[in-house]
């Protein structure tokens, strides 16, 4: 403030620094001229000592009152030695010359002296705004970072916190962190209920030993509200501990989910395959060596049926049910997965004997039958099971589910919903059958098969009207194979198509040699009919072979038209409209 007013903006403050620097200068002026006058005028030593010491000793205060105006500096400077300066040399007396020629140069080291000042009070005003604009600026990023933060001291106790800190501790403000040890802030949550005892003990020791060791760690803590942090410790310069922590429970429950994906199957909440393993793996790794487990793979009856009849939605629903019948029993040494589809395992950690794991069997059969309503469906469960019984020592978990699957395949080929225990006979029949499979992949490769014809005898003409082309297989070592044997092979195998094909060449071909009122008939399977190819394999035979389309009948089962009506009934239009004969096989 001033006299007379207050400083609002630049023009006032330049007013006033005019009218000072006006004042300034007659104050200046009349000390000089009193100098002046006493030492050049009246040439009294006593009066030349008097002002001397007024003006000097006035000069002087200049470089501590003035230091902020350069300008009021110079004036001073300028009116009080100019006045005294031009008074000693204008005696005209040599040592008052060399006075006067000696005290200008005082002048200077007044301007220099305030200049100094001046500097190194505004570089102390800036640094200490810079300083406040720097701690300004950390407080702000400190507090509104995402993590929370702590400093520690040499002595262990809090120097700095933010406020995320400060909410996590149920404290106020960061101020309140202040002086408080890892061991007092841990106990707050302790005290809160969020944190147990015994976790409170393992953060602290944790992050200490973090702290001692100089290194960085990673501690993750689970609070009793569902949250978790994970807390991290390193050691900063100056013996400052820095420990921050962040709320991860995101991160975790996406982490969880992701494991739960991985791990279980998404619709019915069961292990998957790959988590099946890794139970029964550890399961079989620990205990006795000797002692005996089971394994059963179970499969729903029929189930393809509900998915292509009702829809995949009510397929889902059926497998739900029965998880949820199965899950009752899991536990207690129990472990049952979905392994796929409709396909279910069950595994039994500890066995007595055959008879103990009929027992169970047999109860799970007996909890798994019954209806269920499926979106008002109502459904029957039925189902089959093939089971293995081993010591641990003597298998490994793919072992048993190959064994398993051998056991299944034996129960559905006895007719279903039942279940049966593996036999070493099972074994080699499967090999039997694997062995079989690639003699057949073999001949139809090479061409090994042969086409026979079964006359079809007119009842009012007594004459061949038509034959009917058969398949068959003479294999090297076991001689004829019956097409009921080979053919389900084919179709599993999903190499019927192409012995169909050759069957179609074949018959054709020979047709094309017969009496023109004689005609051939063609078996298809209903996967031929589920390839619009189908119907280009016909015209290629006839188109080779030179056949008419109407000596050619082609035999369609009913299992082809059960499958997709609406693209079996397209495909036989096809053929009719190709001019080919279409008759039902039973």
Same mark, same amino acid.
């Given at each position: 403030?001033?006299?007379?007013?207050?400083?609002?903006?630049?023009?006032?403050?330049?007013?006033?620094?005019?009218?000072?620097? #006006?004042?300034?200068? &007659?104050?200046? &002026?009349?000390?000089?001229?009193?100098?002046? +006058?006493? $030492?050049?005028?009246?040439?009294?030593?006593?009066?030349?000592?008097?002002?001397?010491? $007024?003006?000097?000793?006035?000069?002087?205060?200049?470089?501590?009152?003035?230091?902020?105006?350069?300008?009021?500096?110079?004036?001073?400077?300028?009116?009080?030695?100019?006045? $005294?300066?031009?008074?000693?040399?204008?005696?005209?007396?040599?040592?008052?010359?060399?006075?006067?020629?000696?005290?200008?140069?005082?002048?200077?080291?007044?301007?220099?002296?305030?200049?100094?000042?001046?500097?190194?009070?505004?570089?102390?005003?800036?640094?200490?705004?810079?300083?406040?604009?720097?701690?300004?600026?950390?407080? =702000?990023?400190?507090?509104?970072?995402?993590?929370?933060?702590?400093?520690?001291?040499?002595?262990?106790?809090?120097?700095?916190?933010?406020?995320?800190?400060?909410?996590?501790?149920?404290?106020?403000?960061?101020?309140?962190?202040?002086?408080?040890?890892?061991?007092?802030?841990?106990?707050?949550?302790?005290?809160?209920?969020?944190?147990?005892?015994?976790?409170?003990?393992?953060?602290?020791?944790?992050?200490?030993?973090?702290?001692?060791?100089?290194?960085?760690?990673?501690?993750?803590?689970?609070?009793?509200?569902?949250?978790?942090?994970?807390?991290? /410790?390193?050691?900063?310069?100056?013996?400052?501990?820095?420990?921050?922590? @962040?709320?991860?429970?995101?991160?975790?429950?996406?982490?969880?989910?992701?494991?739960?994906? /991985?791990?279980?199957?998404?619709?019915?909440?069961?292990?998957?395959? /790959?988590?099946?393993? @890794?139970?029964?793996?550890?399961?079989?790794?620990?205990?006795?060596?000797?002692?005996?487990?089971?394994?059963?793979?179970?499969?729903?009856?029929?189930?393809?049926?509900?998915?292509?009849?009702?829809?995949?939605?009510?397929?889902?629903?059926?497998?739900? /049910?029965?998880?949820?019948?199965?899950?009752?029993?899991?536990?207690?040494?129990?472990?049952?997965?979905?392994?796929?589809?409709?396909?279910?395992?069950?595994?039994?950690?500890?066995?007595?004997?055959?008879?103990?794991?009929?027992?169970?069997?047999? #109860? +799970?059969?007996?909890?798994?039958?019954?209806?269920?309503?499926?979106?008002?469906?109502?459904? =029957?469960?039925?189902?089959?099971?093939?089971?293995?019984?081993?010591?641990?020592?003597?298998?490994?978990?793919?072992?048993?589910?190959?064994?398993?699957?051998?056991?299944?395949?034996?129960?559905?080929?006895?007719?279903?919903?039942?279940?049966?225990?593996?036999?070493?006979?099972?074994?080699?029949?499967?090999?039997?059958?694997?062995?079989?499979?690639?003699?057949?992949?073999?001949?139809?490769?090479?061409?090994?098969? =042969?086409?026979?014809?079964?006359?079809?005898?007119?009842?009012?003409?007594?004459?061949?009207?038509?034959?009917?082309?058969?398949?068959?297989?003479?294999?090297?070592?076991?001689?004829? +194979?019956?097409?009921?044997?080979?053919?389900?092979?084919?179709?599993?195998?999903?190499?019927?198509? @192409?012995?169909?094909?050759?069957? &179609?060449?074949?018959?054709?071909?020979?047709?094309?040699?017969?009496?023109?009122?004689?005609?051939?008939?063609?078996?298809?399977?209903?996967?031929?009919?589920?390839?619009?190819?189908?119907?280009?394999?016909?015209?290629?035979?006839?188109?080779?072979?030179? &056949?008419?389309?109407?000596?050619?009948? +082609?035999?369609?089962?009913?299992?082809?038209?059960?499958?997709?009506?609406?693209?079996?009934?397209?495909? $036989?239009?096809?053929?009719?409209?190709?001019?080919?004969?279409?008759?039902?096989?039973?």
């Amino acid at each position: 403030h001033r006299s007379g007013g207050e400083i609002r903006d630049a023009a006032d403050a330049t007013r006033w620094e005019r009218e000072y620097i #006006l004042k300034g200068s &007659l104050q200046g &002026l009349l000390l000089g001229l009193f100098c002046f +006058i006493s $030492i050049y005028v009246y040439s009294d030593s006593y009066a030349e000592i008097g002002a001397l010491a $007024i003006t000097l000793g006035s000069l002087v205060t200049v470089v501590g009152r003035n230091y902020g105006s350069p300008r009021m500096v110079m004036i001073f400077a300028v009116t009080f030695v100019g006045p $005294i300066a031009a008074a000693l040399i204008l005696r005209v007396d040599i040592p008052y010359v060399v006075l006067g020629l000696l005290i200008i140069p005082f002048m200077f080291i007044i301007k220099g002296s305030a200049d100094h000042v001046r500097n190194v009070l505004f570089s102390a005003v800036v640094g200490h705004k810079q300083a406040r604009q720097l701690a300004q600026r950390f407080n =702000r990023a400190l507090n509104t970072m995402s993590h929370g933060l702590v400093m520690l001291g040499p002595d262990g106790k809090v120097v700095v916190g933010n406020a995320e800190a400060a909410h996590l501790m149920s404290l106020k403000s960061p101020d309140q962190l202040l002086g408080r040890s890892i061991h007092s802030l841990l106990m707050r949550g302790v005290a809160g209920g969020m944190l147990a005892p015994k976790d409170c003990r393992y953060v602290e020791a944790q992050l200490t030993r973090a702290l001692r060791e100089g290194r960085d760690r990673k501690v993750l803590v689970s609070f009793s509200n569902g949250q978790h942090f994970e807390f991290s /410790a390193r050691e900063g310069s100056q013996d400052l501990g820095v420990i921050t922590f @962040e709320d991860v429970t995101a991160r975790v429950e996406a982490e969880e989910k992701i494991r739960f994906m /991985a791990r279980y199957d998404n619709l019915t909440g069961l292990p998957n395959r /790959a988590y099946f393993h @890794e139970l029964v793996g550890e399961l079989m790794a620990s205990g006795d060596r000797d002692r005996l487990c089971g394994l059963a793979v179970v499969d729903l009856d029929d189930f393809k049926s509900v998915n292509d009849t009702l829809g995949h939605p009510v397929g889902d629903g059926l497998i739900y /049910a029965v998880a949820e019948r199965l899950a009752a029993i899991a536990g207690q040494g129990i472990t049952v997965s979905r392994f796929g589809g409709d396909e279910f395992m069950i595994f039994f950690d500890r066995i007595e004997d055959e008879s103990h794991l009929s027992g169970l069997l047999d #109860l +799970i059969f007996a909890d798994l039958q019954g209806e269920v309503d499926v979106a008002g469906h109502g459904l =029957r469960i039925q189902a089959s099971a093939g089971a293995v019984l081993s010591k641990v020592e003597d298998t490994d978990v793919d072992a048993m589910i190959v064994k398993a699957d051998l056991a299944l395949y034996k129960a559905k080929e006895l007719g279903k919903n039942n279940w049966r225990l593996f036999e070493a006979s099972m074994d080699a029949a499967f090999r039997n059958r694997q062995l079989m499979k690639a003699d057949l992949r073999s001949a139809v490769e090479s061409k090994g098969l =042969r086409v026979v014809y079964q006359p079809i005898v007119s009842m009012s003409t007594m004459r061949i009207a038509s034959c009917e082309a058969l398949c068959r297989w003479d294999h090297p070592d076991l001689g004829p +194979i019956s097409p009921s044997i080979f053919i389900p092979l084919a179709e599993e195998m999903g190499i019927i198509s @192409e012995i169909s094909t050759f069957v &179609l060449q074949a018959a054709c071909a020979e047709c094309a040699k017969w009496p023109d009122q004689t005609s051939v008939s063609v078996n298809l399977s209903a996967k031929d009919f589920r390839n619009h190819d189908v119907i280009q394999k016909v015209r290629d035979a006839l188109a080779a072979s030179g &056949l008419a389309a109407g000596r050619l009948e +082609i035999e369609v089962t009913e299992t082809a038209l059960l499958d997709d009506k609406s693209l079996t009934r397209q495909y $036989i239009e096809e053929l009719k409209q190709l001019g080919v004969r279409i008759a039902l096989d039973d």
